[in-house]
Structure formats: structure tokens, C-alpha cells
């Protein structure tokens, strides 16, 4: 069994996780005739419908999964719970509620639990994508639509950064360690950032979401931080604030609290006191 779906001790899968899979899928399926299938059968008709062309590419944008065919693509949208399970051929039988197999040359994968798993036109694509924000994973994306974004909004930014109008590809961790690098109030009204401060965080991101791909999990430390390798870091040495009980830089009670329904994490001693 390969490692699979979304690093466990992070919580829901955030941008990184996405592309990164979109980067193992494509290497594992490019340009094969892949068999695919839905054991549990909530994507029967399509699966059989697709079954046997040729997988051109999977791709990413912000948490959005999309597998590229000759005529059509597969949306997916893997939400709070979904994950992959990769598996070597000869696959074994398919575990829980399998939405849809695919199965290459040496590869199979299982996704398990997704939000979103449907047929995707061209037109649908365009309009995915002019709904999201600019991903930071994008190297074409442009941080002036997120400056720009944050200028329209007075909600907290820690609220904005959740929006992926405003940024593609975030989760709560993110926010939270974003938020702590850049040694800001969770509260602080969006448009209240400066354009600077907008830039810099946006290019924050690029930097945390590629090394999260990398290493297939959130890591914002700085190098300089730790001892060791970031392959070789231990869970509770990865992050700053979140999910932590103190803060890793200047060991003050973390704080919670419920924002629009999503836990935040931040250090008051870091970041400022409350709204
Ligand atoms: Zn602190």
C-alpha cells in the first residue's frame, strides 16, 4: 500500500494535498487507456461512459481535482472527508464506498468519500474557474486579483482567506499558520491590509503550499527553526499555532475560537489581543 488521501494528523485536505495528487495521478495514467469503474455505483453511468479512453492529464486548481480526457473531464471535489487510497496492480477488492476506480498500467486509485465526483464540460471548466480566486500553486496566477479582493472586503481577513473567490486552494490550517507568519490579528478587517502586506502574504502562500506539496503535508516552519530535514519532522513540530496548545515561537496559550463555523487558532501574544 502507497501512502494515500490527505496527511491524517493535518485534518481536512487543503490545496497542496490536491495538487499533489493531481501531480502522482498524472504521472501514474498519462496518455493510458484506463479501465474505470464505481464499486460503490453513485458513478456508474459515467464511469462506463469514460471507461477505456485515454487519460490525458489531472490537474488542479485550488482544491478542485479535474482528470482531463479526450472528450471529457472528471470534477472532483474531495471536501472535509474524501481521500484516495493508491494501491500497486493487482488492486485489491475495493474497500468501503468507492465512488470511482481507476485503474492504469501499474496503478490503481480508489476515491473514497468526495464531495463533488461529475462529468465536466469545457464550459463547465471555464465556469470553475471564473468563480475561484487565483491559486498561489498557479505560476500564471496573479496576486493583483487578490489584492484587489481584499480591498473590496471588510470581513476579518480571517474570514477572506477561507473565501476561494478571494484565494484558491486554502484551509483552516493554512489561515491559521498565514496568519501567525505574518504576525497578524485574525480580525483585522480585510481591506485594512496594505497592498504590500497583501503581496507578501500572497507570495507566503506559494512558498507553504509548494513545500506542502512536496512534502505531501503543511510544514511552516522556517528551516532555520528545526534541527532536522522537513521529511524527518514529527507530527506537533510542523506548525506554529494550529492545533497546538502554546505557540511553537513564543510558547503563550494558543487561542480558539469559532469563526463563521470554522476553529481558528492564533496567539494573542504574536498576533494581538481579540476583534
Ligand atoms: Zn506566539
Same mark, same amino acid.
Given at each position: 500500500?502507497?501512502?494515500?488521501?490527505?496527511?491524517?494528523?493535518?485534518?481536512?485536505?487543503?490545496?497542496?494535498?490536491?495538487? @499533489?495528487?493531481?501531480?502522482?495521478? /498524472?504521472?501514474?495514467?498519462? +496518455?493510458?487507456?484506463?479501465?474505470?469503474?464505481?464499486?460503490?455505483?453513485?458513478?456508474?453511468?459515467?464511469?462506463?461512459?469514460?471507461?477505456?479512453?485515454?487519460?490525458?492529464?489531472?490537474?488542479?486548481?485550488?482544491?478542485?481535482?479535474?482528470?482531463?480526457?479526450?472528450? +471529457?473531464?472528471?470534477?472532483?471535489?474531495?471536501?472535509?472527508?474524501?481521500?484516495?487510497?493508491?494501491?500497486?496492480?493487482?488492486?485489491?477488492?475495493?474497500?468501503?464506498?468507492?465512488?470511482?476506480?481507476?485503474?492504469?498500467?501499474?496503478?490503481?486509485?480508489?476515491?473514497? %468519500?468526495?464531495?463533488? #465526483?461529475? @462529468?465536466? /464540460?469545457?464550459?463547465?471548466?471555464?465556469?470553475?474557474?471564473?468563480?475561484?480566486?487565483?491559486?498561489?500553486?498557479?505560476?500564471?496566477?496573479?496576486?493583483?486579483?487578490? !489584492?484587489?479582493?481584499?480591498?473590496?472586503?471588510? =470581513?476579518?481577513?480571517?474570514?477572506?482567506?477561507?473565501?476561494?473567490?478571494?484565494?484558491?486552494?486554502? %484551509?483552516?490550517?493554512?489561515?491559521?499558520?498565514?496568519?501567525?507568519?505574518?504576525?497578524?490579528?485574525?480580525?483585522?478587517?480585510?481591506?485594512?491590509?496594505?497592498?504590500?502586506?497583501?503581496?507578501?502574504?500572497?507570495?507566503?502562500?506559494? +512558498?507553504?503550499?509548494?513545500?506542502? !506539496?512536496?512534502?505531501? $503535508?503543511?510544514?511552516?516552519?522556517?528551516? =532555520?527553526?528545526?534541527?532536522?530535514?522537513?521529511?524527518?519532522? $514529527?507530527?506537533?513540530?510542523?506548525?506554529?499555532?494550529?492545533?497546538?496548545?502554546? #505557540? $511553537?515561537?513564543?510558547?503563550?496559550?494558543?487561542?480558539?475560537?469559532?469563526?463563521?463555523?470554522?476553529?481558528?487558532?492564533?496567539?494573542?501574544?504574536?498576533?494581538? %489581543?481579540?476583534?
Amino acid at each position: 500500500m502507497l501512502p494515500f488521501g490527505h496527511p491524517r494528523t493535518n485534518g481536512m485536505p487543503e490545496g497542496h494535498t490536491v495538487h @499533489r495528487r493531481a501531480r502522482d495521478h /498524472t504521472k501514474w495514467f498519462r +496518455d493510458q487507456s484506463v479501465r474505470l469503474s464505481s464499486p460503490q455505483g453513485r458513478f456508474d453511468d459515467e464511469a462506463r461512459a469514460l471507461d477505456g479512453e485515454s487519460f490525458r492529464e489531472a490537474f488542479a486548481i485550488g482544491k478542485h481535482l479535474i482528470y482531463r480526457f479526450d472528450r +471529457d473531464h472528471i470534477h472532483i471535489h474531495l471536501g472535509l472527508f474524501g481521500k484516495f487510497r493508491a494501491q500497486k496492480i493487482p488492486a485489491g477488492d475495493p474497500r468501503g464506498a468507492v465512488r470511482l476506480r481507476v485503474v492504469g498500467r501499474d496503478r490503481a486509485v480508489d476515491l473514497i %468519500g468526495p464531495i463533488k #465526483c461529475e @462529468r465536466f /464540460t469545457d464550459v463547465d471548466l471555464v465556469l470553475l474557474r471564473a468563480r475561484l480566486g487565483p491559486d498561489p500553486l498557479d505560476p500564471r496566477s496573479d496576486v493583483a486579483l487578490f !489584492v484587489d479582493a481584499l480591498r473590496r472586503r471588510r =470581513s476579518p481577513i480571517g474570514v477572506a482567506l477561507l473565501d476561494q473567490s478571494v484565494v484558491a486552494g486554502l %484551509g483552516n490550517v493554512y489561515r491559521a499558520e498565514l496568519l501567525h507568519r505574518a504576525q497578524m490579528n485574525p480580525f483585522t478587517p480585510a481591506n485594512q491590509l496594505t497592498t504590500r502586506q497583501a503581496e507578501s502574504m500572497f507570495a507566503d502562500m506559494r +512558498d507553504l503550499l509548494a513545500i506542502g !506539496v512536496k512534502y505531501d $503535508r503543511i510544514i511552516t516552519v522556517d528551516r =532555520s527553526e528545526v534541527d532536522r530535514p522537513f521529511s524527518r519532522l $514529527r507530527r506537533g513540530e510542523r506548525l506554529n499555532v494550529y492545533g497546538r496548545a502554546r #505557540c $511553537r515561537r513564543c510558547d503563550s496559550p494558543v487561542r480558539r475560537e469559532d469563526l463563521q463555523g470554522r476553529n481558528l487558532h492564533w496567539c494573542v501574544s504574536c498576533q494581538g %489581543g481579540s476583534r
